[in-house]
């Protein structure tokens, strides 16, 4: 499965829209991008993926370059509760195969 | 979205016994789950692959005599922790496949003591 880049850290406003990026230089063509958050002590949760078209749900929108070699998660309104971290992952298509999980991105929502 | 449970939330136990985790997809089938386990501050890691009806799949370094999964039906998978000690104290997280996205249970945290 490709790798994948994100920063392990980032602060944003309450309120505000939070842009996480992450790199996936070398991910494949039948690989999608994959977001899931981890709130403290919890199970990861599904957000939202994609595979080349811009994706948004009722959590987040999710932005692929055409090259696919990155995209960016945003969530359009940060509250104190999305503060988790957020792993972006990629993967071939069928769900049955594993999820390898890197380091996130740890978000820090502040008010 | 898709419904996994686990059980216990959380087990302490002594040094040298067993302990049983059992996860469940609760509105749907899966022949396929997945076990991980994170320590404090650090990102999960895939222990083991259940397949339903045929043997786990192990990742490399985990040791499969020492974590038990068994797939006894399509919607329950459970990973027995045998003779456990101090240092497999960790979280265990299972996952399930539903359609095209997996879906995590609440994780159980294992205490040993």
């Known amino acids: 499965d490709a790798k994948t880049t994100q920063p392990p850290s980032m602060d944003c406003a309450e309120g505000r829209a939070a842009n996480l990026p992450c790199n996936h230089s070398?991910?494949?063509?039948?690989?999608?991008v994959y977001w899931y958050r981890q709130i403290h002590s919890q199970g990861p949760q599904y957000i939202i993926h994609?595979?080349?078209n811009n994706e948004t749900n009722e959590m987040a929108s999710l932005i692929i370059t055409e090259d696919r070699k990155s995209s960016t998660l945003i969530l359009p309104h940060a509250t104190l509760r999305d503060t988790a971290v957020y792993y972006c992952?990629?993967?071939?298509?069928?769900?049955?195969?594993?999820?390898?999980f890197g380091g996130g991105t740890r978000v820090l929502v502040k008010p | 979205g898709a419904v996994v449970s686990q059980h216990p939330s959380r087990v302490i136990c002594k040094s040298g016994t067993s302990v049983k985790i059992e996860c469940r997809s609760l509105d749907f089938q899966a022949t396929t789950m997945f076990w991980y386990r994170q320590f404090p501050k650090q990102s999960l890691m895939l222990m083991a692959t259940?397949?339903?009806?045929?043997?786990?799949?192990?990742e490399q370094g985990v040791e499969k005599d020492k974590f038990l999964i068994n797939h006894a039906s399509l919607t329950l998978s459970t990973l027995t922790v045998t003779s456990a000690h101090p240092e497999d104290s960790s979280f265990y997280i299972c996952?399930?496949?539903?359609?095209?996205?997996?879906?995590f249970g609440p994780g159980t945290r294992l205490l040993v003591l």
């Open positions: 259940s397949n339903e009806g045929s043997k786990a799949t192990y």
């Open positions: 996952s399930a496949p539903n359609w095209e996205t997996q879906y």
């Open positions: 994609g595979l080349k």
């Open positions: 070398t991910i494949s063509g039948n690989e999608y």
């Open positions: 992952i990629v993967r071939p298509e069928a769900a049955g195969n594993k999820l390898t």
